[in-house]
């Protein structure tokens, strides 16, 4: 399966942030919109970086509370995996587990087109073991 077939089930809406957003207003929207990362869009409309709650975590347990008043863009991994509209979901299930992250956006054209979790993954995975074992009982049963 590709990740075409993977944001036409799920959806191509991403939360969003930019690099002056507070930490605060980050997590407000994390909770808004049920999710564990935001992509930060910088002023040209390119990502900036992405920003989750592990990350927000760990800065918090070193910088403190002061933290929640500061910029996303002081927070955020600037360096940012992704993929396209064309790879496979198991090309990324590789990507997410060797650089151990859990969202990566999806890119077409240069430009944000979604973004894709490792809960996603997860859930297409489960489809197509129940869809094989569904299959292998029709085989089975017809004798």
């Keep these: ?3 075409a077939d993977l944001l036409r089930s799920k959806g ?4 969003t942030v930019t690099p ?4 605060t207003a980050l997590l407000a929207g ?8 935001m992509v930060v869009i910088g002023p040209d409309g390119l990502i900036a970086g992405i920003v989750s709650e592990r990350d927000v975590v760990r800065r918090l347990h070193d910088t403190g509370p002061a933290l929640l008043g500061g910029p996303v863009g002081d927070i ?6 992704s993929c396209g509209p064309e790879d496979s979901v198991e090309s990324l299930s590789v990507l997410m587990t060797e650089h151990r992250i859990r969202h990566v956006p999806v890119l077409e054209g240069g430009r944000l087109a979604g973004i ?3 809960g996603d993954v997860v ?11 569904e299959q292998l009982q029709a085989y089975i ?3």
Aim: hydrophobic residues 40%; charged residues 25%.
């Design 1 to 3: 399966m590709r990740i």
């Design 12 to 15: 191509t809406t991403v939360a």
């Design 20 to 23: 002056e957003t507070t930490v």
């Design 30 to 37: 994390l909770a808004e919109h049920n999710v564990g990362a």
């Design 76 to 81: 955020m991994t600037r360096l940012v995996a």
């Design 116 to 118: 894709v979790s490792i």
């Design 123 to 133: 859930k297409n995975r489960m489809e197509e073991l129940e869809k094989s074992q």
């Design 141 to 143: 049963s017809q004798g």
